[in-house]
């Protein structure tokens, strides 16, 4: 009953790994796990740019400005618009 199974190799019949199913989900439960680990990690390597990196809007507006992106009339409706 309990072991590797009958004979066959190794989590066949009706061995100690549900059949030969066994392996299988144990596979599947780890690449799951890999695969949720790096999801985690990537979600949270972008949270410590976004708060690293905070610029209000009129900074923006301001370095838009300031690179001639945007005329001085555009410039004042925009910052009436924020403010």
Same mark, same amino acid.
């Given at each position: 009953?309990?072991?590797?199974?009958? +004979?066959?190799?190794?989590?066949?019949?009706?061995?100690?790994?549900?059949?030969?199913?066994?392996? @299988?989900? /144990? $596979?599947?439960?780890?690449?799951?796990?890999?695969?949720?680990?790096?999801?985690? +990690?990537?979600?949270?390597?972008?949270?410590?740019?976004?708060?690293?990196?905070?610029?209000?809007? @009129?900074? /923006? $507006?301001?370095?838009?400005?300031?690179?001639?992106?945007?005329?001085?009339?555009?410039?004042?409706?925009?910052?009436?618009?924020?403010?």
């Amino acid at each position: 009953m309990f072991g590797y199974g009958n +004979g066959n190799g190794f989590g066949t019949g009706h061995g100690m790994f549900f059949g030969g199913y066994g392996m @299988i989900i /144990i $596979l599947l439960i780890i690449v799951v796990a890999i695969v949720a680990f790096i999801i985690i +990690g990537k979600s949270k390597s972008y949270q410590i740019i976004d708060r690293g990196h905070t610029e209000s809007a @009129i900074d /923006i $507006l301001k370095q838009r400005y300031a690179k001639g992106e945007i005329s001085e009339e555009e410039f004042e409706k925009m910052k009436k618009k924020i403010l």
